[in-house]
């Protein structure tokens, strides 16, 4: 079956850090890709998505490229703020397969 | 614009006894998922409603159940409840769901969080 996996942390760095929050899928075939976050108490939202190889899903500083010949959508963010502490769930869509999976999500800490 | 509403936000139940969890998506958003939660197991789909119809289900047990109303509110069940049932419950609403020719961009509630004793 579908599967997404990702460090689980918490992953901690200083203000300004560059960030990289490894992901890796198991689908058949081109799923679409994702990434969720989940600030405290609140619910999760989507980060950014791809929806096909060599995309490059972007927003507020985040990137990932959907890279299928290493089945890989890695987050990445140059220079990370106190803001940006939350969790970050890797997930996957494919075809009319049962809703999205999710990786286990990886809590990302930003010290001042 | 108002976002998902989820009712209650925290419960208590005991083994054995019934509960249901309530969901009121975005205005004009017809599909309506549910997910649970665990710091064991992460996020995993339990089931997607769309225009009152159940379109896809995951791999829970029928003590898992839900509905859709004709306003796109939503509500779910759990019978017979185990310890293990504990969980942060999530809805989340979208224009199209993730079935099909849904684009998978959901819109989560803050969830329902479910501690059995």
């Known amino acids: 079956g579908n599967s997404v996996t990702q460090m689980e942390g918490p992953v901690t760095l200083s203000e300004e850090a560059f960030l990289t929050i490894n992901c890796t899928y198991t689908?058949?075939?081109?799923?679409?890709l994702f990434w969720y976050v989940q600030y405290p108490g609140e619910g999760l939202q989507l980060l950014l998505k791809a929806t096909k190889a060599d995309d490059k899903g972007s927003n507020k500083g985040f990137e990932a490229t959907y890279r299928k010949e290493t089945t890989s959508f890695h987050l990445e963010k140059g220079s990370v703020q106190v803001s940006d502490s939350a969790v970050y769930f890797c997930a996957l869509k494919w075809g009319g397969a049962d809703g999205l999976t999710f990786g286990k999500g990886t809590h990302l800490i930003i010290q001042p | 614009k108002a976002g998902v509403t989820q009712t209650p936000r925290y419960l208590i139940k005991t083994r054995g006894q019934q509960v249901t969890l309530s969901c009121s998506p975005i205005?004009?958003?017809?599909?309506v998922s549910w997910y649970q939660q665990t710091p064991g197991q992460g996020l995993q789909f339990l089931f997607e409603y769309f225009s009152e119809t159940q379109r896809n289900k995951g791999n829970f047990p029928g003590r898992f159940s839900g509905r859709q109303f004709s306003n796109s509110r939503s509500e779910m069940n759990v019978s017979t409840l185990e310890l293990g049932d504990s969980a942060l419950y999530l809805c989340?609403?979208?224009?199209?769901?993730?079935?099909?020719?849904?684009?998978?961009?959901?819109?989560f509630g803050e969830g329902s969080r479910l501690t059995v004793l």
């Open positions: 689908a058949t075939g081109y799923p679409s």
């Open positions: 989340a609403s979208s224009l199209s769901g993730t079935s099909g020719i849904g684009t998978g961009e959901l819109f």
């Open positions: 205005s004009g958003h017809r599909s």
